[in-house]
């Protein structure tokens, strides 16, 4: 059975830097895409970053040249590196795995597995 488990979130200063991880149980398959969520308080769940098994990479716009998504496939291993942080990305921050297709998608929708969450908040 396929599982998540996020560590790495804290408390850090406005400017400061973050490296997200997300380990991932059960996990056999080819084909995949995996992704970074993240949710602020009375907000709906947005996509911050994905990656598809067919190399390619998406971001959203407000995190576009501070955050990087990348993998360890022998550690089975998402991580998210979080630069130039700003009180706005202060969200739980939620990995997901979806083993369906390989290319990278943004919507929560087209994801099966979630972790628990991590809280990142950058104080103002």
């Known amino acids: 059975q396929v599982h998540l488990v996020e560590s790495g979130g804290g408390s850090v200063q406005a400017g400061g830097s973050l490296r997200l991880s997300c380990a991932i149980f059960g996990y056999a398959y080819i084909n995949y895409r995996m992704g970074w969520f993240r949710q602020a308080p009375g907000k709906e769940r947005e996509g911050v970053a994905a990656?598809?098994?067919?190399?390619?990479?998406t971001y959203a716009e407000s995190v576009k040249g501070r955050f990087t998504i990348s993998q360890d496939n022998a550690k089975n291993t998402l991580y998210l590196q979080m630069n130039s942080l700003k009180p706005e990305d202060t969200a739980m921050y939620y990995c997901?795995?979806?083993?369906?297709?390989?290319?990278?998608?943004?919507?929560?929708?087209?994801?099966?597995?979630w972790g628990q969450g991590t809280q990142v908040t950058v104080p103002s």
């Open positions: 997901a795995a979806e083993f369906a297709g390989r290319d990278c998608r943004s919507r929560p929708m087209e994801y099966k597995y």
């Open positions: 990656i598809g098994s067919d190399g390619t990479t």
